[in-house]
């Protein structure tokens, strides 16, 4: 009997007892190759000795001192290093424990924003469909992933949710892609002038979307015109990066793929690397300066922010990330891994789209590939493929619900940007098998499925 509270509660789970590069141990001596960084969270692997020494140097030092006090110099670097990696306007950086408690920092940093510039009567946010923005209330409520949503639905404040931008499922065969970015940037205005334009705070949205809809890269000028859109009736853009950023899609921050910049952004998992838990708001000048010439206080905060020893991993991570050229390698395994997806998959008759950017890549599956037919919910083929890749010995991150929260299945990867080329062979190797074999059965289920569906139609 175990006395942690899983998440899953009847879990029986390896016990990890050892990390090595792209790797993971467990207390049988099993090795499994980390597929997915956990959650796009190992971008250097485990065990890496530079990340290492900066934690134990840190802890040597001092690990810990309230931010009510003192600040420190691995924070103060750190701040240094993601300014001067980002576009000059972002000058600014807040230091959290995570992804939720990022996302949360910066719905309230842009509150406050709008507070002390005069405009109190913005109090609306607007965020997409089939988004994931964290598990706290605030960021629940901006998500769009309606599974997550459902029963804390009663606890959510009121947030308006347009299309997410989705080129496989959504444009239409008539349409280019700048066409459907046109259409999706009309919708936001339409829904900025429905709510009214002076209620509104911000638009909040996934560069690339990570678990909930499978690494869902944004259409050509999609968020340049969106960035219009938020200029012209003065709504804050907040970018979260949580799962795509530090390097992940290719470039150190993902919205630089995307010309814009964003008034705010978030960061977390890569940051620490999983060497310590961090997250990250990056603020424009504009939203620190009228608060520190406004107020001069940020009306939020939390014990850990920019804990010593998280920072100290993060300004490790990041050095590394650069000194190593992995923005470089990112690109160049990213697009490897991409075509041994394409070479070993793209023919099966269930794969309906590989897609991605960088090593942050997802595989949509469906039971009709001409018609996007979803599988049917009854396979349970995300949890299939993550038991059966987990016992040939590889980590890959398989969700449900990927069209609605519902419907549809999906694998992220998110491999170490460290990944050989021999690693991502065996990567996909493993990843082709697992699912070959659990197709095997789904296929079975999804016949059952039609027979069934049709006699109720009959009937």
Known sequence: MTHVF??????????????????????????????????????????????KHAVMAQLEAVPFAHTGFFTSSSSEQLASLLASLAPAPLNHVYFVSGGSEAVESALKMARQYFVEIGQPERTQFIARRQSYHGNTLGALAVGGNQWRRTQFEPLLSDVHHVSPCNAYRDMRVDETEIEYSKRLADELEQTILDIGADNVMAFVAEPVVGATAGAVPATKHYFKLVREVCDRYGVLLILDEVMCGVGRT??????????????????????????QPIGAVIASNKIFEKIASGSGFFQHGHTFMAHPMACAAALATVRTII???LLKKVQEQGKKLKSLLQRDLSSLPYIGDIRGKGMFLGIELVSDKSAKRPLHSSTLAHKKIKSKAMELGL???PMSGTIDGSSGHHILLAPPFIISDNELEELVYKLTIAIKECAAHWEVKESLNEKQDSYYRCA
């Open 6 to 51: 899983h998440r899953h509660c009847h879990s029986q789970l390896p016990t990890v007892v050892r990390g090595e590069g792209v790797y993971l141990y467990d207390s049988d001596g099993k090795r499994y190759l980390d597929g997915c960084g956990g959650a796009a969270v190992s971008n250097l692997g485990h065990n890496h000795a530079a990340v």
């Open 323 to 325: 000194s190593d050229g």
């Open 395 to 397: 980590m890959c991150y």
């Open 250 to 275: 290719g470039s150190f921050y993902a919205f630089e793929q995307e010309e814009v910049v964003p008034d705010l952004v978030t960061i977390a998992k890569g940051l620490g690397a999983g060497y």
